[in-house]
């Protein structure tokens, strides 16, 4: 499949960049998406971070060099670890010693490059629906995302945690646009600038002191409903929709932003739906 091919060909280029250091952006675009959801499908497919994938394999090769009779320095070096060090405790995290004890009959740990295939599993159906909507403005409050995936999982709870403790929400919710009803968390993680996230909501009411706008494009979205304790319950539906429906439904990732809905957003038991931005695949 098309998808699979693309990963694959991601995966080919940052084997081949592990000494130095990838563009992820390039990884992507071999992939078909953006840096941010590139990211977040090897994630949920892998069950690791990509940086983490990226370390483990690095400190593989570097066993090998020191094996091979490499010198500590040149191979930390080699693998863009300025401080001996930062590649000592990269080193030790992965095979439980430091560099200088790698050698002939040391037990040290392999990780093989990743290969990703179609396995197909259990039939579990998703409900969603397709919605094609015209740009719209939405307004709130942002805040700067990281492009490592596992940091943002720790940041966007703590935006929603700031915004539930400044009155954000009691102040959005009056400007709220019947038309797209919602309390809305966007990614807006699909260009070549700065990714952020936005807790906001669609409106044509004057700016509030405080907060900006932003205007999401024009785009078609698959959307899928969810509930449950947040963020669990959300990153979890993410997670399904990534690795069970995106890779048999004919699409792919559009550059546009991830957009969820919450329409009972109690953080114990929210209802929410998560609009996944797609374009038909290319024949």
Not at 27 to 32: E, I, S, V
Not at 100 to 118: C, E, Q, T, Y
Not at 263 to 277: G, K, M
Request: proline share 9%; hydrophobic share 40%; with cysteine.
């Amino acid at each position: 499949m098309d998808w699979v091919q693309g990963l694959n060909q991601a995966m080919d280029y940052l084997e081949e960049h592990l000494a130095g250091e990838p563009d992820l952006r390039e990884a992507a675009r071999l992939a078909g998406c953006s840096a941010y959801h590139f990211q977040r499908m090897f994630s949920y497919l892998a069950g690791m971070p990509l940086s983490d994938y990226l370390r483990r394999r690095r400190m593989s090769l570097a066993a090998e060099d020191l094996l091979a009779g490499e010198k500590v320095l040149e191979v930390a070096l080699k693998y863009g670890y300025d401080s001996p060090t930062a590649f000592n405790r990269a080193f030790q995290g992965v095979h439980g010693l430091p560099p200088s004890k790698a050698k002939a009959g040391v037990p040290l740990r392999a990780f093989p490059p990743i290969r990703f295939h179609v396995t197909v599993k259990g039939a579990v159906e998703m409900e969603y629906r397709m919605v094609k909507k015209e740009a719209f403005r939405v307004v709130g409050l942002s805040s700067p995302m990281s492009h490592d995936l596992e940091e943002n999982f720790r940041n966007v709870p703590a935006l929603w945690a700031r915004a539930a403790q400044e009155n954000l929400i009691s102040r959005l919710v009056p400007l709220m646009d019947p038309e797209m009803p919602g309390l809305l968390g966007i990614s807006d993680c699909g260009g070549e600038g700065e990714y952020r996230y936005l807790i906001a909501v669609a409106t044509s009411a004057p700016l509030p002191p405080g907060l900006e706008e932003f205007t999401v494009p024009a785009c078609t979205w698959a959307v899928f409903p969810g509930s449950g304790p947040m963020p669990q319950a959300v990153q979890e539906l993410e997670q399904r929709i990534v690795t069970q429906w995106l890779p048999g439904s004919g699409c792919e990732y559009a550059n546009a932003p991830d957009l969820e809905v919450y329409l009972s957003p109690d953080p114990q038991n929210a209802t929410f739906e998560v609009w996944l931005p797609v374009v038909p695949k290319e024949k």
